[in-house]
């Protein structure tokens, strides 16, 4: 509120002054203060309405602005604003709700990759923002998440079957939920040790201490991959930490397959988006495989960006999150694959280097 400031004798005083509240009336009002501004002066036809005659002289001026809202409007504009809005409302329908941290990461990777003007400070959106867009967009709002310690984190019977009913109705309304099995996929990563542990091996009774001489290198690479339900596999995904991939990698790669880099190995936000629009998709058009598609993945919800969404709603993938915490009960490739091509990778890798010692 304005403060006016009063001196009486050599003492500032400061009173407080209370602004007007803002008059109310509808669009009808104007309009019809419109029409009796024909007959009468502006003051008079503004009288009855209980309207500015200032403001029925800008609206007089501009027949536009009737239908418009006081205040601004979306900074990013109707249709992008709408757009993170659809991605919000699909995250949160398919079992991937995110926070008000992870809508504004989002947001500000969105406005740097698409290169759109904004007010912002470094392109990420703050506080003031955040509200403007809950009001803009309706049907949003914050809800606490429900948070349990480590003793309480198992999954329950009753999260699964409420998963379970909550998936049995998006796919329902999608009309995709009796789809073949070559139609259903699942998705998730590993990480792969260069050098992983070794077997089991025989030693003499009572040795306090076994000891085997192998590599000291601990790096691993991380590999993305999808298997259908028909047990059909899409081409990998490996992640490498390294600043460039080597020649050689690239050259004895199978086909298809695809390379990424991170500063740890692991699989980014920016690389899951690459593997979907440049190795998934392009693979399910060429095998003609019928889509939409479903894919089912880990709560990797950091991983889920505006534009990948949008990609997957514009091309009839639907991505649909597993329940958290449920990776051993309902995650196919961790039950079923995993163990067993970790086992089998721990025999490969001493049998390559060997014969890798022997060519050279």
Not at 39 to 66: D, G
Request: hydrophobic share 35%; glycine share 4%; charged share 25%.
């Amino acid at each position: 509120m304005p403060n006016s400031v009063k001196a009486k004798k050599g003492v500032a005083k400061v009173v407080r002054t209370t602004r007007p509240k803002r008059r109310k009336y509808t669009t009808s009002d104007v309009q019809n203060a419109l029409k009796a501004l024909k007959n009468c002066s502006m003051r008079k036809a503004a009288l009855p309405f209980n309207k500015p005659s200032a403001t029925l002289s800008r609206k007089n001026k501009n027949p536009q602005s009737l239908e418009k809202k006081p205040g601004t409007g979306p900074v990013l504009g109707v249709e992008t604003e709408a757009k993170i809005a659809q991605w919000i409302k699909h995250r949160a329908q398919n079992g991937f709700p995110g926070t008000k941290n992870q809508v504004l990461d989002a947001v500000d990777l969105y406005v740097k990759a698409e290169k759109l003007p904004n007010p912002f400070t470094e392109d990420r959106p703050g506080r003031h923002w955040f509200e403007a867009f809950k009001k803009h967009q309706g049907g949003l709002t914050i809800c606490k998440a429900q948070q349990f310690s480590h003793t309480r984190a198992e999954v329950t019977q009753e999260d699964l079957e409420e998963w379970f009913v909550s998936v049995e109705k998006f796919l329902t309304s999608k009309d995709i939920m009796h789809l073949d099995p070559s139609r259903v996929f699942n998705c998730d990563e590993t990480s792969l040790a260069i050098c992983p542990k070794g077997e089991d091996v025989l030693a003499v009774k009572g040795a306090r201490a076994v000891y085997s001489i192998c590599d000291a290198d601990k790096a691993c690479f991380t590999v993305l991959f999808m298997y259908s339900a028909a047990g059909v596999r899409a081409p990998l995904m490996v992640m490498y930490n390294l600043q460039k991939v080597p020649n050689s990698v690239v050259q004895n790669s199978p086909e298809g397959w695809a390379t990424g880099l991170s500063e740890n190995g692991w699989m980014t936000t920016e690389s899951f988006y690459e593997c979907i629009t440049n190795i998934f998709y392009p693979w399910l058009l060429q095998e003609q495989i019928q889509l939409p598609v479903i894919l089912y993945a880990d709560n990797h919800s950091s991983y889920l960006n505006i534009p990948l969404i949008s990609f997957c709603e514009e091309r009839g993938i639907e991505m649909i999150g597993l329940v958290p915490n449920s990776t051993h009960i309902m995650q196919p490739l961790d039950i079923s694959f995993f163990k067993a091509f970790k086992d089998s990778w721990r025999k490969s890798v001493p049998k390559f280097k060997k014969l890798t010692i022997y060519q050279n």
